[in-house]
């Protein structure tokens, strides 16, 4: 027994080349025109249509302009960031993926420019890969085609790049490229084994083997470096994927077979462990300072989906949150259903597999997320259950590719069949017509144009089982119905914000803070976004990341008076406790009014340096005194913060410079892998520095680099070892 081959007998055909060059030019042009016809420009970043707030601007462009400075104009390596939260380790933090190659690109664009070519590469991928596993396990051209389509228009993942999750999205880019190199390392190893048994053995088809095993390694690093949580669920969809297509082929059961099949996939692991090991390694030396190891079941369940949100299935949510997205277009799903019900023991396996996404994209809904994570506590640190759907992303399009193939290669005859989807058309129609009357007040045009795409597919599907429409002309109607299906909605889960309106307004305060030589800045109503203190390099205690040590989330509860009910991406937490009538219209009110009552103990800020609390409310306590007020924001100076000044020489090294003797403790950094230059007997970090020393350099501490490259370079040299193995027994067999 062995897999489905490639259709034609040369994957590298000429035919087959033109075919691949057509879908990925159409698919680059579709992508570039959609992302530019949202408003994505040389300085325009995504967002959600109507929301204030976008990670793309909040994180991940400020993290790619961190990153380009200090090498460019530093010259340092980044592995500490001094500008939010008094300081944070940078390259350790995977959400910054200084260790992800393609983000270096922000070396040659400007970095605004760079996200958005990432955006539209990415997708890209996504789409390329998707196709090529399709073609490889035996979908025809259009069908395939319909899977990197609809794959790369997902609206998950669409919804995904306006949120501006972009690690996400850089992550799920890969994962059709790990099950495609999954299916190449089963085929081409059963083609080996097979051979050997014949005595037929080709010297390229081990070396095919191997090279499978090598795209399995470099597909999963890149997976894991670009987002080390949607890998997770990748890995283990993968590895399932394996177990499955190695169960159908049973002469790989074999010892000798299993024997080789098993030293690959070590190879395989040893490698990628080789190729992330700067990114985890220190990762691993971290995890027991992390706010996120103190997470309950309540904190990481957020967003859970609810048994009636999957009605979202059938209905797009226009507009609607991207962490609950799960419609994937209703032509897909249908078509998805068709080639499970058409061949239900072939796609079994991805059957199961998205229930499974589903009951645990259902979190604390449902037993089985919460029986997994009482099981395995440190699930809990991938919190946000339904982000599992974006593996259904591409699992619901790979089968609705099938049900495209089959409904045209082979259409079921029987009058049950027929009559089931004449009833789905007519029913389709009774709804859409139903909906446009009722809905139309409430809906815009797009959304009610695309409550037709059910009937429409229906009628299709009709037309393919009663031969009426050439083949080709079928495929191509099928192929249309799903993108415009999927576009309907995209359209509607993001637009670009050109930076006029998401740096600019805030050139002013951010101005005055640097003339009025702030050292480092609080607000409890986050007046200073993220992205101007970044952008003007000014210091905060507050920020917004995942990442974030316990210890200085416990220090900057008490000095900001604001205690988070459970664990938060920002410091400090916004829980909004406001008085039951009073209303907000924007995310910015209620920011706004979120810690209007917290008791800010000024005395602590002040040992943390804070020299300016910025606030969109008046504050009256005993040590701020109101420096200016500009727009609607409060500028106060803290009278307790020592007159202290930090020299950062990059971004790895600091001299702390007080202009007289302090008299009491100093917290100058949140991180104690820094080492004290000035004296061998004065404390490190976070300890305190006091006394009649009125300099002190401090530099971080450089070793989870050489702990990671010691790490790589054996892992690395491990794999190489079995390599090595591997060719000296191939040598023998050939001589």
Known sequence: MTLPRLLSSNPLSSDRITGQRIFLAGLAVALAAFLLGVGLGANRLPFPPEAEFSDAVTSHWPNALFLRESVMEDHTWPLWRSWHMSGQPFAANPLNKVWYPPQWIVFVLPPILHLNVLIWLHLLIAG???????????????????????????????????????????????????????????????????????????????????????????????????????????????????????????????????????????????????????????????????????????????????????????????????????????????LAIVALLLRPRKFAFWGIVVLVLMLYAMGDQFVFWPALNRLFPFLRWWRVPPRVWLIAALILPYLAGWGVQLLIESPPDRKSVRLGVVALLGGGLVCGVFSTITLSSTLDLTALIGIFALPITALIMLLAILRKLPAQALLIALLAIVFLDVLWIDRTLIEGRDQDEWLEPYRE????????????????????????????????????????????????????????????????????????????????????????????????????????????????????????????????????????????????????????PLTGPLYAVANGRWQNRSSSDSPGLPGTIAGSTQEWTFEYDPSELWYSALAAGVLITLAGGIWWGALRERSGHDH
């Open 128 to 334: 390329a890969g998707a196709w090529r596993w399709s073609r490889a396990t035996g979908l025809t051209p259009y069908p395939a085609a319909l899977v990197g389509f609809g794959y790369a228009f997902a609206p998950r993942v669409i919804a995904a790049v306006g949120a501006g999750h972009l690690d996400l999205v850089d992550a799920a880019a890969w994962v059709p490229w790990l099950l495609w190199a999954t299916y190449g390392f089963i085929q081409h190893n059963d083609t080996e084994n097979t051979a050997n048994q014949s005595g037929e053995v080709d010297g390229h088809t081990p070396h095919k083997a191997q090279r499978y095993t090598s795209w399995l390694a470099g597909f999963a690093a890149l997976c894991f470096l670009a987002d080390v949580r949607l890998s997770a669920y990748a890995f283990v969809t993968t590895a399932a994927y394996l177990v499955w297509l190695w169960w159908q082929v049973p002469e790989l059961r074999a010892r000798t077979a299993l024997f080789r099949l098993t030293a690959r996939l070590g190879f395989a692991g040893l490698l990628m462990l080789g190729l992330t090991a700067f990114q985890w390694i220190p990762l691993l030396l971290m995890r027991g300072d992390l706010s996120r190891n103190a997470m309950s079941l309540d904190d990481a369940a957020i967003n859970s989906l609810k048994p009636g949100q999957w009605i979202g299935l059938l209905i797009g949510d226009h507009g609607g949150s991207w962490e609950t997205m799960v419609y994937v277009g209703v032509s897909v799903l249908i």
């Open 509 to 660: 305060l951010a101005e005055y803070l640097q003339e009025a030589d702030a050292t480092r800045v609080y607000s409890p109503s986050y007046s200073l976004p993220q992205q101007a203190a970044t952008y003007w390099q000014i210091a905060q205690f507050d920020g917004v990341d995942p990442f974030q040590l316990a210890t200085y989330v416990d220090a900057a509860e008490v000095a900001t008076g604001v205690q988070a009910s459970g664990y938060s991406v920002t410091i400090p937490a916004f829980a909004v406790e406001a008085d039951a009538n009073e209303n907000f219209d924007s995310q910015t009110a209620i920011l706004a009014n979120a810690n209007r009552g917290a008791p800010i103990q000024l005395e602590l800020l002040g040992q943390w340096l804070v020299t300016h609390v910025v606030t969109a409310f008046e504050i009256e306590t005993e040590g701020l005194e109101l420096d200016t007020k500009i727009g609607d924001v409060y500028v106060y100076r803290n009278t307790f913060a020592p007159d202290v000044t930090l020299v950062w020489a990059g971004p790895n090294r600091v001299t702390i410079r007080a202009e007289e």
